[in-house]
Structure formats: C-alpha cells, structure tokens
Nanobody, 122 residues
C-alpha cells in the first residue's frame, strides 16, 4: 500500500509559478511510476505528466510541454511538478498517482492522493 499526499497548491496570478509536491509513504516507492493528473470542475480527469520509477524517463501532455516539469527524489519518497507561466486555463485540482507501469491512462494507476487545488487568477 502507498499513501500519497499532495501539497503546494494555492492561488497564483497568471504568469506565476508553482511547485506541487507529492509525499509518499511505503517502502517500495522507488518501484512505481508516478503520474500527475488534473480535474477541473465539470470536466474529466486528464493526464498531465508521468515519470518512470527511476526518474530516467518523463512524458507530458501536449498542453503542458515546455511549461511543466516533473521530477522525483526517491530518497525522499517525493515527486514534484514544477509549473511555469501559469494561465487561468490550468486551474484544477491536481492529483498525484502511483502505478506499476509507465503510462498516461488513469486506469493504469493504483494509488491516488487527495488532490491539491491550483487556481490561477487573471
């Protein structure tokens, strides 16, 4: 079992930056691919970014390429999502997830955090 807790969300002005963190408990954190997803009100959950268990591979949704960076520190059992040049359109609840495979579909992930709200004002 893996427990995931997101933090770092909040209210920022357009053009600002924010770094989300996801702290994981569990002895096998380093065995999991870690993904970030988001869900805006009235919309379905969508993929944002994923990083392999070792941290050697990453993949991003086209909508965030060049502006978001995913990273992980396995020694700290933590995965991060650095967001730059934020626009109101990225406002959503952001979730981190752990899975056994490196993928972009939400169904591939076994464990989910509670989410953290990111709100970008114009």
């Amino acid at each position: 079992q893996v427990q995931l807790v997101e933090s770092g969300g909040g209210l920022v002005q357009a053009g600002g930056s924010l770094r989300l963190s996801c702290a994981a408990s569990g002895r096998t954190f380093s065995n999991y691919a870690m993904g970030w997803f988001r869900q805006a009100p009235g919309k379905e959950r969508e993929f944002v970014a994923v990083i392999s268990s070792s941290g050697g591979s990453t993949h991003y949704a086209d909508s965030v390429k060049g502006r978001f960076t995913i990273s992980r520190d396995n020694a700290k059992n933590t995965v991060y999502l650095q967001m730059y040049s934020l626009k109101p359109e990225v406002t959503a609840v952001y979730y981190c997830a752990a899975g056994n495979v490196y993928g972009t579909r939400w169904s591939a992930y076994n464990y989910w955090g509670q989410g953290t709200q990111v709100t970008v004002s114009s």
